[in-house]
């Protein structure tokens, strides 16, 4: 069986606290993108992972989302054999596009074969990770830790995705954390335009680390027909948002031209 593992974008993140378990309480709004690695699944004598494409490099093929979630599906009495899972990488890892996470959800989703109860969803986090509900709907809204839902605005967008050959660990960038903000104020995300007033608090650390990845940022924002730029996750993937196919697609000669060595894309939501 081939099945895909879609990426996602955070349009939004606010860090609110540091909770005791030493997992950070954020506030996101993220979505789903065409941008995704693909996954063949078959039965097999034991559990094991084959990676492959552009982006497999950086991955260990015996500890992975994958090899947790099939021991997880397991010992929970969902599946009963093992299985060799065949991922082709598309999207870059330790990038902020959920690549690993997004793998471990499909995965999950395509054995379970029904909605998740939030018991279920409670045991694959712990397993996988916090941001591991991110991936259960197309466009999600998150509060706090935990509180995660499907959001009522239907986005549609356009847009631009720049991986600047730079691995930014999600762990590593949270412990530099130094300072917390409010909640957004902002109650009427009625369109895409409505997030450009929004920030991503992990932004300025990867780029006090990480000078260029600013560059990047302005030069995506200086493109015509760009909304708002701005990093993802924990970087170092940036993104633009567009007006339309057209002018994203402008957008992406000019920063292949500028960045020839940077990976580049023109995507939309699904």
Request: aromatic share 12%.
């Amino acid at each position: 069986m081939r099945i895909r593992s879609y990426s996602k974008i955070n349009l939004s993140l606010r860090v609110l606290k540091k909770l005791k378990s030493g997992i950070h309480d954020i506030e996101t709004s993220a979505v789903l993108l065409r941008l995704f690695d693909e996954l063949i699944i078959e039965k097999s004598k034991k559990d094991f992972t084959i990676f492959k494409g552009k982006f497999k490099k950086k991955i260990n093929s015996k500890n992975n989302t994958i090899l947790e979630s099939l021991s997880l599906l397991r010992n929970l009495k969902i599946i009963k054999g093992y299985y060799k899972v065949v991922i082709k990488k598309n999207i870059p890892v330790f990038a902020g596009l959920g690549g690993g996470t997004g793998n471990a959800v499909s995965l999950i989703k395509y054995f379970v074969k029904k909605k998740l109860s939030e018991k279920l969803i409670v045991k694959f986090e712990k397993k996988i990770g916090s941001d591991f509900r991110l991936f259960l709907y197309n466009h999600t809204k998150q509060k706090k830790f935990k509180k995660v839902k499907k959001s009522k605005i239907d986005l549609k967008f356009h847009c631009i995705v720049v991986f600047p050959n730079i691995h930014c660990k999600t762990k590593n960038i949270y412990n530099l954390v130094r300072n917390f903000s409010s909640s957004s104020r902002n109650k009427n995300f009625k369109n895409i335009k409505a997030f450009s007033k929004e920030r991503n608090d992990l932004q300025l650390i990867v780029v006090k680390k990480y000078p260029k990845i600013k560059h990047l940022i302005e030069s995506i924002k200086k493109q015509y027909g760009c909304i708002f730029s701005r990093m993802t996750g924990s970087g170092s993937a940036c993104y633009g948002v567009f007006k339309s196919q057209r002018t994203a697609r402008i957008a992406f000669y000019n920063l292949k031209k500028k960045y020839p060595k940077y990976w580049c894309v023109i995507t939309k939501t699904i």
